[in-house]
């Protein structure tokens, strides 16, 4: 498959892959390819497929990441995880950060686990809960969220919100529907950071990252 990696584009993100980066990435997606065909991880098949759209698309995201994120050892959620995505693609590529990934469907939080521990993954912890439990348990410990395909950009912000840290930042994966999201979100409470396009090599899909932090409010 590493062929079909170069040949999808994977080089021209610039993220500057070693051959183990390529192997875990491959086995995750072969897991996953294993799992989807009984308990329904997802609803893309085929593997070329899954890479453009699930793994590609996914680590589109670590330049821009990267620039914001400078703290040595970030905190990262990853809200509505599933299959994975982007969480088990960016812990892959950022050892340094911890990921944790919340997901409120066992069978897709039992996949995680397994990916865990078969790609040895030790900056991943995988949470069986409902976001609003964990905002609960874990109030303002993150430095980022993150989520794919989750919920609506509002709905996102507002459960994201108490995970973050004073200076946290939202990232938000959007396609077509950003801007009509965007009208919805409060600016009185949100600043919008920036807002990037995402290139899928070889592929013809619009999408955007939109980066979010929550306006400090002043005490009255």
């Given at each position: 498959?590493?062929?079909?990696?170069?040949?999808?584009?994977?080089?021209?993100?610039?993220?500057?892959?070693?051959?183990?980066?390529?192997?875990?990435?491959?086995?995750?997606?072969?897991?996953?390819?294993?799992?989807?065909?009984?308990?329904?991880?997802?609803?893309?098949?085929?593997?070329?497929?899954?890479?453009?759209?699930?793994?590609?698309?996914?680590?589109?995201?670590?330049?821009?990441?990267?620039?914001?994120?400078?703290?040595?050892?970030?905190?990262?959620?990853?809200?509505?995880?599933?299959?994975?995505?982007?969480?088990?693609?960016?812990?892959?590529?950022?050892?340094?950060?911890?990921?944790?990934?919340?997901?409120?469907?066992?069978?897709?939080?039992?996949?995680?686990?397994?990916?865990?521990?078969?790609?040895?993954?030790k900056n991943i912890e995988v949470l069986s809960e409902r976001?609003?439990?964990?905002?609960?348990?874990?109030?303002?410990?993150?430095?980022?969220?993150?989520?794919?395909?989750?919920?609506?950009?509002?709905?996102?912000?507002?459960?994201?919100?108490?995970?973050?840290?004073?200076?946290?930042?939202?990232?938000?994966?959007?396609?077509?529907?950003?801007?009509?999201?965007?009208?919805?979100?409060?600016?009185?409470?949100?600043?919008?950071?920036?807002?990037?396009?995402?290139?899928?090599?070889?592929?013809?899909?619009?999408r955007r990252l939109l980066v979010l932090s929550p306006v400090?409010?002043?005490?009255?």
């Amino acid at each position: 498959m590493s062929n079909d990696l170069v040949s999808l584009g994977i080089e021209s993100l610039g993220l500057n892959l070693g051959a183990a980066n390529i192997a875990d990435l491959e086995l995750f997606l072969q897991e996953m390819g294993r799992w989807n065909q009984v308990h329904n991880l997802t609803a893309i098949e085929g593997e070329k497929n899954s890479i453009r759209l699930h793994l590609i698309d996914s680590i589109t995201v670590l330049p821009i990441m990267r620039q914001f994120l400078d703290q040595e050892n970030p905190k990262i959620a990853d809200l509505g995880s599933g299959g994975g995505l982007p969480a088990i693609p960016i812990a892959i590529l950022q050892s340094g950060w911890h990921v944790t990934l919340i997901e409120a469907i066992r069978k897709k939080t039992a996949f995680l686990r397994h990916v865990r521990g078969k790609l040895g993954l030790k900056n991943i912890e995988v949470l069986s809960e409902r976001v609003e439990m964990v905002a609960k348990s874990q109030p303002g410990q993150f430095d980022a969220v993150i989520s794919r395909a989750f919920t609506n950009l509002a709905h996102f912000l507002e459960l994201a919100h108490p995970l973050l840290k004073p200076n946290g930042l939202v990232f938000a994966m959007k396609a077509k529907r950003a801007d009509e999201e965007l009208q919805e979100v409060c600016m009185d409470d949100w600043r919008l950071v920036a807002d990037e396009p995402l290139q899928i090599p070889n592929l013809a899909v619009e999408r955007r990252l939109l980066v979010l932090s929550p306006v400090r409010k002043s005490p009255l």
